[in-house]
């Protein structure tokens, strides 16, 4: 679309199915249930890992496999990555870090967003090429830039973010464990209670 005319249809889709899918995410979710968001979570990484493996594989804009519905499958893929991604890894945060870790915990997030939109930025302006190919891709300005970095990374991270996911959750679960047993076990012992930590 030479002339951008549907950058507003396509954007309203976007928000359209974030919407659509926050309703969904959240009765999947489970309420209170790690497992549920998990699953959200997983769900919406991998929606952002698509967005940059359809790039991956077809980088040049006047490919025949780009349409508008391809257009529009990327933008339900994102949307999907907005509505269950980002409010479930919050609510994920707030579980794993009790008070009064959560405010360092969201400070964290903040930080780490900020950071990849500072690397995100920067980035366009690196990594320019001087020859066009598969990868080294004509913006409307006229600049060449090499798409391949920016591809490898949204499937990167969003892979980092799954497996990231699993491990806190792994270690999230066997620290419940283990204050339950030292809960018991101190009872046992001592016949008085013990105040929880979380």
């Known amino acids: 679309d030479d002339d951008s005319r549907y950058v507003g249809v396509l954007t309203s889709w976007m928000a359209l199915t974030a919407a659509f899918v926050g309703l969904f995410a959240s009765s999947t979710a489970g309420g209170a249930s790690s497992e549920g968001r998990g699953r959200v979570l997983i769900t919406g ?3 952002f890992f ?4 359809l790039f991956l594989l077809f980088p040049n804009s006047s490919s025949p496999f780009w ?6 499958l990327v933008y339900t ?10 409010s479930t890894l919050k609510a994920t945060f707030a579980e794993y ?3 009064p870790n959560t405010t360092a915990a969201f400070g964290n997030i903040v930080l780490q967003n900020g950071l990849a939109s500072a690397i995100g930025y920067v980035l366009t302006f690196v990594l320019q090429c001087s ?6 891709v004509q913006y409307s300005d006229g600049s060449l830039h090499n798409v391949l970095i920016f591809e490898l990374l949204i499937c990167g991270t ?3 973010a799954i497996l990231g996911y699993c491990r806190a959750s792994e270690i999230f679960e066997n620290e419940k464990i283990t204050e339950e047993q030292r809960r018991t ?4 012992n001592n016949n008085t209670p013990v105040p929880s930590i979380a």
């Open 185 to 188: 076990e101190q009872l046992n």
């Open 77 to 86: 893929l994102h949307g999907i990555g907005r509505a269950s991604f980002e």
């Open 97 to 99: 870090f009790p008070s």
């Open 131 to 136: 020859k066009s190919s598969r990868y080294c």
């Open 45 to 47: 990484a991998m929606g």
């Open 50 to 53: 698509f967005v940059g493996f």
């Open 67 to 72: 349409n508008i519905y391809t257009l529009l």
């Open 158 to 160: 969003a892979i980092l």
